[in-house]
């Protein structure tokens, strides 16, 4: 049997977003995971932080994969990632 369950891909779609926007629209995947399957492509930690399952590409090829506080623990490129956004170099 297929899955009917809707996707919603986000390509990208919270690199230009105020915190403010980005929270309202977090709050609805959430809101609605149950209920949808949803796709999000981002290079923002502060959006990747709510997903279930996190994938990192790199030159095409996949990484790593897991969820935050694994790749917090685990991932050098994620980590790379995260001090870039949220501390001062």
Not at 11 to 26: C, G, H, N, R, V
Not at 51 to 74: P, T, V
């Amino acid at each position: 049997m297929i899955n009917e369950t809707p996707l919603l891909i986000f390509d990208d779609s919270f690199s230009a977003l105020d915190s403010k926007t980005e929270k309202k629209i977090i709050e609805k995947i959430i809101k609605n995971k149950k209920t949808q399957t949803t796709i999000i492509t981002s290079n923002k930690v502060s959006t990747l932080k709510y997903c279930d399952n996190i994938i990192i590409l790199k030159e095409g090829e996949i990484i790593d994969e897991g969820n935050i506080e694994y790749l917090m623990k685990n991932s050098r490129d994620f980590k790379k990632l995260f001090k870039n956004q949220f501390t001062d170099n």
